[in-house]
């Protein structure tokens, strides 16, 4: 199985300002996603985080509030931009395909962001 | 919007069989039935799939019935760590051809002593 790690685990931000969370795989992996878990609801699909190429947004979400980068095959970085509390939430990567992992996405353990 | 519909809670004595019910009716030809659990404060964890024949595996076992509508996921001796919310979803094969997943709100299952 694949393994995966994100920073920071949380943090606490004031409105009007950015944070970076990374997600990092322990192997090559096709396809990364990052998801958005608001407090007492279930998980939504913010992006699919391309390697080489823009990411692709879900309905909702737009590049300018939610640039993702991934420049390999084993890092992708959601950046939360200009803050509100709106987006306090938990937020996760996952992976799919590649050696370690078919036909089973695997989670990281998510960041857990607060905005003040 | 996601594509399954589950019960919002259901309880379950410790050592008993759970038995988690999903209705899919409008599930496609080409989709998979996955399941995955979510421990508080935990990423979710993958636990089955399963296209048409039934599935098991170390975790649990998966029911898919005849007309493919709808599904159980049956965990044969549930134990207080398997107190989660369980998420059935539906999705086109994995691997490289990887389908996102959609979350419903799942089913939230207490196993008590």
């Known amino acids: 199985s694949a393994v995966i790690s994100q920073k920071p685990s949380r943090d606490i931000c004031q409105r009007g300002t950015s944070l970076t969370i990374q997600c990092q795989v322990d192997?090559?992996?096709?396809?990364m996603f990052w998801y958005r878990q608001q407090p007492g609801q279930s998980l939504t699909l913010i992006a699919t985080a391309n390697q080489g190429s823009e990411a692709t947004y879900e309905s909702g979400f737009v590049i300018d509030k939610f640039p993702i980068s991934r420049p390999n095959l084993t890092f992708s970085t959601l950046t939360v931009s200009n803050m509100s509390p709106e987006d306090s939430s938990i937020y996760l990567c996952s992976v799919e395909g590649g050696l370690a992992s078919y036909n089973e996405q695997f989670f990281g353990p998510g960041t857990r962001l607060t905005v003040l | 919007d996601a594509k399954t519909t589950q019960p919002p809670s259901m309880d379950c004595a410790e050592g008993r069989a759970a038995n988690l019910p999903c209705n899919h009716s409008t599930i496609s030809g080409n989709e998979y039935v996955y399941w995955y659990r979510q421990i508080h404060s935990q990423g979710p964890q993958y636990i089955i799939h399963g296209l048409k024949n039934n599935e098991t595996n170390e975790m649990a076992s998966l029911i898919i019935t005849e007309d493919r509508k709808s599904s159980t996921l049956i965990l044969p001796h549930a134990t207080l760590r398997d107190t989660a919310v369980y998420y059935c979803?539906?999705?086109?094969?994995?691997?490289?051809?990887?389908?996102?997943?959609?979350f419903g709100q799942g089913t939230e299952l207490s196993v008590k002593p």
């Open positions: 192997s090559q992996v096709t396809m």
């Open positions: 979803i539906v999705r086109p094969g994995g691997g490289n051809q990887g389908g996102k997943l959609i």
